[in-house]
C-alpha cells in the first residue's frame, strides 16, 4: 500500500514535476523557480498553488524535518523567490517513471555502496572510527561493476546533487570545491536504517517512516463553538491597532456564524470548512480596503515579509501555509477532481484520510486555524510599533 509520497498525483502536480526535471535531465541543473512558474502560467496554472498541493510529510514548523517531493531554499518562505533552483527529491523522481528510472537505480546502487561502507568499519576501542566516501571512489566502484557505462561521471555527479537533501545522508555531504563536481560523504550510523532497502520504493517508504512526525496525544482535542471567531477576533484587533486597517476587510456575517455551529456530520463538516474558507479569503493587506479576487494569504505574507524581523517573519509563513492547506481542504470538497491534492492537504495537516469521524475532523481543523491565528497575533503583537508609530 502506497504511503503518503506515492500518493497518485494529478496531471498538474506531474506537470510542476516534469517542468523541473527536464532541464536538469538535459544539463544537470536545475531550473529556476520564475521558470518553472512561466511555463505552468502558459497552462493556466499557478504555480505557487501546485507546488503548495504536492505531498509531504514531517511539520510545517517546529522541531522536527520536512520531507517533499521538492527541494529549495525557503528563506522562510514557503514559495520560492524567482531566482531560487526548484529540485526534486527522490520521492519526486519516483513519480516520473521511466524518465527517471535510470538515475534512481544509480542512486538505490549508491545507497547500497555506502550502506556496505558503514557494515564493514573496523571499531577502534578508543577513538570514534568514521569513513568517507568520495565521488572518485564510488565511480570506480560502479566502473569496475559495470555499471552505467559509459556515463558513469555523469549518474556519479547526479546522485551527489540527490544526496545533499536526502534525510540521514545531507548532513555528511559536502564539496571540498564548490565549483567542482566531485563530492564527498560522511557516512554516520544512521545510514543502517536503510540496510534491508532493496527497492527504491522500499527507500520513500523508510523515509516517511522516519520523518513522519510523531503520534498525537492521547487525550482527544475539545473546540468549542466561540473557538474560531473568537481568535479572528482577536488577531483582527491587533493587526488593526498595528497598522491602522482591520485584517478581514469584509468578512461575511453569515459565514461567521456558520463558524459556531457543531459538526455532526459530513455535510456540516463540508459548510464549516465553506464558511473558514470565506473568512480566510477575505484578509487584505493595509491599504487596500478589500480582499484580492485570489491571493490574499499570499499578499499578507509578503506584506509581513517586509515589516517583520526574518525569524518572526517566517513563523508568520509557516502558519499561513497552515492556513492555506486548510483552503485546500475546502477546494477539494467542491471539486470532485481534486482528490490528489485532498489527499496531500489532509496529511500535511495531520488530519486521518479517508475522514473516520466528522466531529474529530473539525475538532482537528479548529485547532490548526485557532494556532495558526494565535501565532499571528503574537508576532504582530511583538513585532509591529502600535498605530501612530512608524513601522521600521
Not at 512558474?37 to 524535518?65: C, E, F, N, Y
Not at 559495470?146 to 556515463?151: D, K, Q, V
Request: proline letters at 8%; a negative charge; charged letters at 20%.
Amino acid at each position: 500500500m502506497n504511503g503518503i509520497l506515492r500518493t497518485n498525483l494529478s496531471p498538474e502536480q506531474l506537470l510542476l514535476l516534469e517542468e523541473a526535471f527536464t532541464p536538469w535531465d538535459r544539463n544537470g541543473q536545475w531550473p529556476l523557480w520564475t521558470y518553472i512558474d512561466q511555463r505552468l502560467d502558459t497552462k493556466g496554472l499557478v504555480a505557487a498553488d501546485v507546488l503548495a498541493s504536492l505531498p509531504a510529510i514531517g511539520p510545517l514548523w517546529g522541531a522536527g524535518s520536512r520531507y517533499e517531493l521538492t527541494w529549495y531554499q525557503h528563506s522562510g518562505n514557503r514559495t520560492p523567490n524567482a531566482d531560487t533552483p526548484v529540485a526534486l527529491t527522490v520521492a519526486g523522481l519516483w513519480h516520473l517513471g521511466t524518465a527517471s528510472a535510470p538515475l534512481l537505480v544509480a542512486f538505490k546502487d549508491t545507497l547500497r555502496f555506502l550502506v556496505e561502507k558503514q557494515r564493514s568499519i573496523t571499531p577502534e576501542p578508543y577513538e570514534v572510527t568514521e569513513t568517507r566516501v568520495t565521488s572518485q571512489e564510488l565511480a570506480r566502484w560502479m566502473a569496475q561493476n559495470g555499471l552505467f557505462a559509459p556515463t558513469v561521471d555523469v549518474f556519479v555527479r547526479k546522485v551527489g546533487q540527490l544526496l545533499e537533501h536526502e534525510p540521514y545522508l545531507w548532513h555528511g555531504f559536502w564539496r571540498p570545491d564548490p565549483a567542482a563536481d566531485q563530492w564527498e560523504v560522511k557516512i554516520r550510523a544512521s545510514i543502517r536504517d536503510y540496510r534491508d532497502v532493496t527497492t527504491i520504493e522500499e527507500y520513500i517508504d523508510r523515509v516517511e517512516q522516519l520523518v513522519s512526525p510523531p503520534e498525537p496525544p492521547t487525550q482527544p482535542l475539545t473546540a468549542a463553538p466561540l473557538d474560531i471567531p473568537f481568535a479572528v477576533g482577536y488577531v483582527d484587533a491587533v493587526w488593526e491597532s498595528r497598522t491602522g486597517f482591520p485584517l478581514f476587510a469584509r468578512p461575511d456575517p453569515a459565514s461567521i456564524a456558520r463558524l459556531t455551529q457543531p459538526c455532526e456530520s459530513e455535510g456540516t463538516f463540508n459548510s464549516l470548512m465553506s464558511a473558514l474558507a470565506d473568512v480566510l479569503s477575505q484578509v487584505a493587506k493595509p491599504g487596500t480596503g478589500r480582499a484580492p479576487q485570489s491571493g490574499a494569504l499570499r499578499e499578507v505574507r509578503d506584506y509581513l515579509y517586509s515589516v517583520l524581523d526574518p525569524p518572526a517573519a517566517a513563523r508568520c509563513s509557516d502558519v499561513i501555509e497552515t492556513l492555506t492547506k486548510l483552503r485546500t481542504v475546502r477546494h477539494s470538497i467542491e471539486h470532485g477532481g481534486a482528490r490528489a491534492k485532498a489527499v496531500a492537504a489532509y496529511a500535511a495537516l495531520g488530519i486521518a484520510f479517508p475522514v473516520s469521524s466528522w466531529p474529530a475532523a473539525w475538532t482537528q481543523v479548529s485547532a490548526l486555524t485557532c494556532g495558526a491565528l494565535d501565532v499571528l497575533r503574537e508576532e504582530l503583537h511583538a513585532g509591529l510599533p502600535a498605530r501612530g508609530r512608524t513601522v521600521p
